[in-house]
Protein backbone atom coordinates (compact mmCIF):
# COMPACT_ATOMS: atom_id res chain seq x y z
CA UNK A 1 0.00 0.00 0.00
CA UNK A 2 1.89 3.07 -1.28
CA UNK A 3 1.78 6.21 1.10
CA UNK A 4 0.03 8.96 -0.09
CA UNK A 5 2.18 12.67 -1.47
CA UNK A 6 -0.82 14.30 0.30
CA UNK A 7 -0.96 12.87 3.22
CA UNK A 8 2.67 11.28 4.58
CA UNK A 9 2.76 8.68 7.08
CA UNK A 10 -0.46 7.06 5.52
CA UNK A 11 -1.87 4.77 2.90
CA UNK A 12 -4.13 4.61 -0.64
CA UNK A 13 -6.71 2.72 0.67
CA UNK A 14 -6.99 1.41 -3.08
CA UNK A 15 -3.80 -0.45 -2.77
CA UNK A 16 -2.32 -3.84 -1.35
CA UNK A 17 -0.80 -2.96 2.32
CA UNK A 18 2.91 -4.33 2.72
CA UNK A 19 3.72 -7.22 4.50
CA UNK A 20 4.04 -5.68 7.98
CA UNK A 21 1.34 -3.86 7.93
CA UNK A 22 -1.08 -6.39 6.86
CA UNK A 23 -1.90 -6.82 10.51
CA UNK A 24 -5.83 -4.56 10.50
CA UNK A 25 -4.19 -3.50 14.32
CA UNK A 26 -1.53 -1.72 12.26
CA UNK A 27 -3.51 1.00 10.49
CA UNK A 28 -7.18 2.08 11.66
CA UNK A 29 -9.56 3.71 9.30
CA UNK A 30 -11.09 6.54 10.03
CA UNK A 31 -13.69 9.27 8.12
CA UNK A 32 -10.98 11.34 7.12
CA UNK A 33 -7.83 8.83 6.54
CA UNK A 34 -6.04 5.84 7.31
CA UNK A 35 -3.91 6.26 10.36
CA UNK A 36 -0.06 5.27 10.32
CA UNK A 37 1.43 3.03 13.01
CA UNK A 38 2.30 4.79 16.00
CA UNK A 39 5.35 6.69 15.71
CA UNK A 40 8.50 6.57 18.19
CA UNK A 41 8.93 10.67 18.09
CA UNK A 42 6.56 13.20 17.26
CA UNK A 43 6.66 17.16 17.41
CA UNK A 44 4.24 19.06 19.86
CA UNK A 45 2.84 22.66 19.17
CA UNK A 46 1.87 23.77 22.09
CA UNK A 47 -0.48 26.81 20.29
CA UNK A 48 -0.78 30.41 21.56
CA UNK A 49 -4.09 29.60 24.00
CA UNK A 50 -2.03 26.64 25.94
CA UNK A 51 1.29 28.92 26.29
CA UNK A 52 -0.27 32.04 27.50
CA UNK A 53 -3.58 30.50 29.71
CA UNK A 54 -3.20 26.64 29.65
CA UNK A 55 0.38 25.66 30.15
CA UNK A 56 -1.23 22.48 32.06
CA UNK A 57 -2.91 21.22 29.39
CA UNK A 58 -0.14 21.45 26.92
CA UNK A 59 1.91 19.75 29.83
CA UNK A 60 -0.96 16.86 30.23
CA UNK A 61 -1.10 16.29 26.43
CA UNK A 62 2.92 16.15 25.83
CA UNK A 63 2.63 13.32 29.35
CA UNK A 64 0.04 11.65 28.00
CA UNK A 65 1.82 11.11 24.50
CA UNK A 66 5.13 9.84 26.61
CA UNK A 67 3.09 7.32 28.37
CA UNK A 68 2.39 5.83 25.06
CA UNK A 69 5.93 5.72 24.75
CA UNK A 70 6.40 8.22 22.20
CA UNK A 71 9.55 10.95 22.52
CA UNK A 72 8.05 14.27 22.16
CA UNK A 73 10.10 16.95 20.58
CA UNK A 74 8.96 20.65 21.65
CA UNK A 75 10.55 23.78 19.02
CA UNK A 76 11.52 25.97 21.65
CA UNK A 77 10.96 28.71 18.64
CA UNK A 78 7.31 28.17 17.98
CA UNK A 79 4.90 31.16 18.43
CA UNK A 80 1.51 30.92 16.43
CA UNK A 81 -0.23 29.27 13.44
CA UNK A 82 -1.53 32.45 12.02
CA UNK A 83 -4.77 31.46 12.38
CA UNK A 84 -6.26 34.70 14.04
CA UNK A 85 -5.16 37.12 10.87
CA UNK A 86 -5.87 34.39 8.82
CA UNK A 87 -9.61 34.30 9.35
CA UNK A 88 -9.81 37.90 9.85
CA UNK A 89 -8.88 38.22 6.10
CA UNK A 90 -5.27 39.76 6.67
CA UNK A 91 -3.22 36.77 4.91
CA UNK A 92 -0.24 38.71 4.11
CA UNK A 93 0.40 38.72 7.93
CA UNK A 94 -0.85 35.18 8.40
CA UNK A 95 1.89 34.16 5.73
CA UNK A 96 4.30 35.78 7.42
CA UNK A 97 3.50 34.33 10.86
CA UNK A 98 2.68 30.72 9.24
CA UNK A 99 6.18 31.17 7.78
CA UNK A 100 8.06 30.84 11.16
CA UNK A 101 6.42 27.85 11.95
CA UNK A 102 7.40 25.62 8.66
CA UNK A 103 10.86 26.00 10.10
CA UNK A 104 10.49 24.22 13.04
CA UNK A 105 9.83 20.69 11.40
CA UNK A 106 12.91 20.05 9.65
CA UNK A 107 12.76 16.26 10.46
CA UNK A 108 10.03 14.13 8.92
CA UNK A 109 7.88 13.53 12.68
CA UNK A 110 4.03 13.49 13.02
CA UNK A 111 2.98 16.82 14.63
CA UNK A 112 0.52 16.57 17.01
CA UNK A 113 -1.63 19.70 18.44
CA UNK A 114 -4.24 19.95 21.46
CA UNK A 115 -6.19 22.08 19.52
CA UNK A 116 -8.35 21.26 16.48
CA UNK A 117 -8.89 25.24 15.98
CA UNK A 118 -4.48 25.20 15.45
CA UNK A 119 -4.38 21.80 13.33
CA UNK A 120 -7.26 22.71 11.18
CA UNK A 121 -5.13 25.86 10.26
CA UNK A 122 -2.32 24.03 9.83
CA UNK A 123 -3.72 20.79 8.01
CA UNK A 124 -6.53 22.66 6.06
CA UNK A 125 -5.13 26.29 5.18
CA UNK A 126 -1.62 26.15 4.86
CA UNK A 127 -1.99 24.85 1.41
CA UNK A 128 -3.92 27.26 0.21
CA UNK A 129 -2.35 30.16 2.32
CA UNK A 130 0.90 28.99 0.44
CA UNK A 131 -0.25 28.23 -2.97
CA UNK A 132 1.93 30.35 -5.40
CA UNK A 133 4.50 31.01 -3.06
CA UNK A 134 8.24 29.83 -2.60
CA UNK A 135 7.39 28.00 0.96
CA UNK A 136 4.10 25.77 -1.05
CA UNK A 137 5.78 22.33 -1.20
CA UNK A 138 6.85 22.83 2.19
CA UNK A 139 3.63 23.83 3.89
CA UNK A 140 1.71 21.12 1.68
CA UNK A 141 4.10 18.42 3.11
CA UNK A 142 3.85 19.72 6.62
CA UNK A 143 -0.07 19.76 6.35
CA UNK A 144 0.01 16.05 5.31
CA UNK A 145 1.72 15.47 9.06
CA UNK A 146 -0.67 17.03 11.12
CA UNK A 147 -2.70 15.29 14.06
CA UNK A 148 -4.86 16.78 16.73
CA UNK A 149 -3.98 15.60 19.92
CA UNK A 150 -7.21 13.69 20.64
CA UNK A 151 -7.32 12.13 17.28
CA UNK A 152 -3.88 11.15 17.60
CA UNK A 153 -4.35 9.32 21.03
CA UNK A 154 -7.35 7.46 19.81
CA UNK A 155 -6.68 6.71 15.93
CA UNK A 156 -2.75 6.00 16.12
CA UNK A 157 -2.05 5.47 19.70
CA UNK A 158 -5.37 3.31 20.08
CA UNK A 159 -5.26 4.46 23.75
CA UNK A 160 -5.79 2.28 26.52
CA UNK A 161 -7.09 3.80 29.81
CA UNK A 162 -7.52 2.69 33.41
CA UNK A 163 -9.91 5.07 34.97
CA UNK A 164 -8.66 5.65 39.07
CA UNK A 165 -11.01 8.74 39.58
CA UNK A 166 -14.16 9.33 40.85
CA UNK A 167 -17.81 8.72 39.08
CA UNK A 168 -18.21 12.12 37.24
CA UNK A 169 -20.84 13.47 34.66
CA UNK A 170 -19.40 15.11 31.86
CA UNK A 171 -20.59 17.09 29.00
CA UNK A 172 -18.09 16.83 26.09
CA UNK A 173 -17.88 20.20 23.57
CA UNK A 174 -16.10 19.59 20.46
CA UNK A 175 -15.28 23.17 18.84
CA UNK A 176 -16.12 23.90 14.96
CA UNK A 177 -12.76 23.65 13.56
CA UNK A 178 -12.33 20.15 15.25
CA UNK A 179 -15.80 18.98 14.25
CA UNK A 180 -16.53 20.36 11.06
CA UNK A 181 -13.07 20.91 9.23
CA UNK A 182 -11.12 18.08 10.61
CA UNK A 183 -14.22 15.26 10.92
CA UNK A 184 -13.79 15.09 14.57
CA UNK A 185 -16.95 14.96 16.27
CA UNK A 186 -16.67 11.61 17.86
CA UNK A 187 -13.08 11.61 18.55
CA UNK A 188 -13.52 12.88 22.38
CA UNK A 189 -16.49 11.20 22.98
CA UNK A 190 -14.93 8.13 21.99
CA UNK A 191 -12.02 8.92 24.48
CA UNK A 192 -13.78 9.93 27.21
CA UNK A 193 -15.92 6.72 26.60
CA UNK A 194 -13.11 4.23 27.09
CA UNK A 195 -13.17 5.50 31.52
CA UNK A 196 -15.00 3.46 33.69
CA UNK A 197 -16.26 6.48 36.18
CA UNK A 198 -17.04 8.60 33.61
CA UNK A 199 -20.69 9.03 31.76
CA UNK A 200 -20.49 11.20 29.01
CA UNK A 201 -24.30 13.26 28.61
CA UNK A 202 -25.04 14.86 25.52
CA UNK A 203 -25.72 18.02 25.23
CA UNK A 204 -28.96 19.34 23.32
CA UNK A 205 -26.56 22.24 21.63
CA UNK A 206 -23.86 19.55 21.04
CA UNK A 207 -22.89 20.43 17.38
CA UNK A 208 -23.66 23.99 17.71
CA UNK A 209 -20.37 26.73 18.31
CA UNK A 210 -20.24 28.06 20.91
CA UNK A 211 -19.27 31.55 19.72
CA UNK A 212 -15.91 32.39 20.15
CA UNK A 213 -14.45 31.53 16.55
CA UNK A 214 -11.23 33.67 17.81
CA UNK A 215 -12.08 36.99 16.44
CA UNK A 216 -15.54 36.84 15.91
CA UNK A 217 -16.01 37.30 19.61
CA UNK A 218 -14.59 40.92 19.41
CA UNK A 219 -16.18 41.76 15.87
CA UNK A 220 -19.29 40.76 16.97
CA UNK A 221 -20.02 40.45 20.44
CA UNK A 222 -23.47 40.75 20.83
CA UNK A 223 -23.68 38.04 18.91
CA UNK A 224 -21.49 35.78 20.34
CA UNK A 225 -22.77 36.47 23.77
CA UNK A 226 -26.02 35.45 22.74
CA UNK A 227 -24.53 32.14 21.29
CA UNK A 228 -22.77 31.24 24.34
CA UNK A 229 -25.21 31.72 26.84
CA UNK A 230 -27.20 29.47 24.71
CA UNK A 231 -24.25 26.59 24.93
CA UNK A 232 -24.15 27.41 28.89
CA UNK A 233 -27.57 26.46 29.49
CA UNK A 234 -27.94 23.75 27.43
CA UNK A 235 -24.36 22.03 29.43
CA UNK A 236 -26.19 23.17 32.79
CA UNK A 237 -29.29 21.75 31.57
CA UNK A 238 -27.38 17.99 31.11
CA UNK A 239 -26.45 17.85 35.19
CA UNK A 240 -23.31 17.78 33.93
CA UNK A 241 -19.92 18.01 36.77
CA UNK A 242 -17.91 19.51 34.42
CA UNK A 243 -17.52 20.55 30.54
CA UNK A 244 -14.72 18.64 28.25
CA UNK A 245 -13.16 20.35 25.82
CA UNK A 246 -10.33 19.74 23.34
CA UNK A 247 -10.31 23.49 22.02
CA UNK A 248 -8.96 25.81 24.77
CA UNK A 249 -10.52 29.20 23.26
CA UNK A 250 -13.84 27.45 23.36
CA UNK A 251 -13.11 26.59 27.21
CA UNK A 252 -11.96 29.76 27.94
CA UNK A 253 -15.32 31.50 26.24
CA UNK A 254 -17.57 28.92 27.84
CA UNK A 255 -16.17 29.15 31.49
CA UNK A 256 -15.90 32.77 31.75
CA UNK A 257 -19.49 32.73 30.47
CA UNK A 258 -20.78 30.41 33.15
CA UNK A 259 -18.53 32.26 35.76
CA UNK A 260 -20.51 35.23 34.73
CA UNK A 261 -24.05 33.90 34.57
CA UNK A 262 -23.18 32.17 37.81
CA UNK A 263 -22.53 35.26 39.44
CA UNK A 264 -25.63 36.58 38.06
CA UNK A 265 -27.78 34.12 40.18
CA UNK A 266 -28.00 31.86 36.95
CA UNK A 267 -27.53 27.63 37.65
CA UNK A 268 -24.30 27.04 35.86
CA UNK A 269 -22.03 25.46 38.32
CA UNK A 270 -20.31 23.29 36.26
CA UNK A 271 -16.31 23.62 35.92
CA UNK A 272 -14.21 23.65 32.40
CA UNK A 273 -11.33 21.37 31.87
CA UNK A 274 -9.28 20.77 28.50
CA UNK A 275 -9.42 17.01 27.85
CA UNK A 276 -5.66 16.14 27.92
CA UNK A 277 -5.90 17.75 31.56
CA UNK A 278 -8.77 15.42 32.57
CA UNK A 279 -7.59 12.03 30.67
CA UNK A 280 -3.75 12.33 33.16
CA UNK A 281 -5.92 13.33 35.99
CA UNK A 282 -7.63 10.17 35.65
CA UNK A 283 -4.74 8.01 34.76
CA UNK A 284 -3.61 8.58 38.17
CA UNK A 285 -7.10 8.86 40.54
CA UNK A 286 -6.69 13.01 40.83
Known sequence: ????PDLPGCYDINSTAPAELNNTSDLAMSSIK???????KVYFFGTCLVDLFYPDAGMAGIQLLEREGIEVIFPQDQTCCGQPAYTSGYHDQAREVAAAQLA???EDYLIVLPSGSCAGMMREHYPELFAG??????????????YEL???LLHVCHMQIEDKGEPIRVAMHTSCSARREMGLGDVGP???????NVEVVEQER?????GFGGAFSVRHPEISEAMVTDKVAAIAATGAD???????GCMMNITGAAEQMENQGQDSNFKGEHIASFLWRRCHGS
Open 150 to 152: TEF
Open 242 to 248: AMITSDC
Open 190 to 196: SLLGKMA
Open 1 to 4: MPQR
Open 104 to 106: LFP
Open 34 to 40: LYPPKPK
Open 133 to 146: YPEEALAQEISGRI
Open 206 to 210: MKECC
